[in-house]
């Protein structure tokens, strides 16, 4: 079973800024999270790493609480494009640290 | 190309029949995953290649599937007297080590009519 827990879908419109809030009560101390983008008939993407507080690149930013047993994906300013599925992964210690997937949250950006 | 590579993209084959579907990695990746999706779901760890050997193949959902990394390079997976039930798409991935960024082909679409 999938270690995170998130949204099944949102909605938004072009031009705000969508947020993606992911549970993993329970993160390892050493486990970094991982967000990945899907779109269709394409594999997933990498999007952004953190471990603590907050990392920002040019696609989005991550928010991580001080606990670690939350994360939030933010994507600034969304367009169309970025309908998308969004993954947040964190390594399965029970499998290996693999990273395993779960549902997703399936973003659908309006116009 | 500097992406991962999969073939076919497509491939329809009949219940009972044999199947072998390819990756390329990203050149220098001696990581190589394989997962498999089904229609609005996540994907599902399949095998994990540390160079030529699987280091975990937990994933494997029965003894008809098999994996090979034969020089820690391409890989193939085959899969044994398909079933309707293993219609997915069939993801590659590989990275510089296990715990590295994942990065994945766009996978091959198996149907088992």
């Known amino acids: 079973l999938a270690k995170t827990t998130q949204p099944i879908s949102m909605d938004s419109y072009e031009g705000q800024e969508v947020n993606i809030t992911c549970s993993h009560n329970?993160?390892?101390?050493?486990?970094?999270i991982t967000w990945y983008q899907q779109f269709p008939s394409q594999g997933p993407r990498f999007i952004i790493q953190g471990y603590k507080t907050k990392v920002t690149n040019e696609v989005a930013s991550l928010f991580i609480p001080a606990d670690r047993k939350s994360s939030t994906l933010s994507l600034p300013r969304v367009s169309l494009s970025d309908t998308a599925v969004y993954y947040c992964?964190?390594?399965?210690?029970?499998?290996?640290?693999?990273?395993?997937f779960g549902g997703g949250t399936r973003l659908m950006v309006k116009p | 190309g500097a992406g991962v590579s999969q073939t076919p993209s497509n491939k329809v084959t009949e219940k009972g029949k044999y199947v072998e579907l390819r990756c390329d990695p990203i050149?220098?990746?001696?990581?190589l995953y394989w997962y498999r999706q089904s229609l609005g779901q996540g994907p599902e760890f399949l095998i994990y290649f540390q160079g030529t050997g699987a280091a975990d193949d937990s994933g494997l959902p029965n003894d008809r599937f098999f994996a090979v990394r034969p020089e820690g390079s391409v890989s193939t997976l085959k899969i044994q007297r398909t079933e309707r039930g293993d219609s997915a798409v069939y993801l590659c991935?590989?990275?510089?080590?296990?715990?590295?960024?994942?990065?994945f082909g766009s996978g091959t679409q198996l149907s088992v009519l």
């Open positions: 992964l964190v390594p399965d210690n029970n499998a290996g640290n693999m990273l395993t």
């Open positions: 050149s220098g990746h001696t990581a």
């Open positions: 329970n993160i390892a101390t050493n486990d970094y």
């Open positions: 991935a590989s990275s510089q080590g296990q715990g590295e960024k994942l990065f």
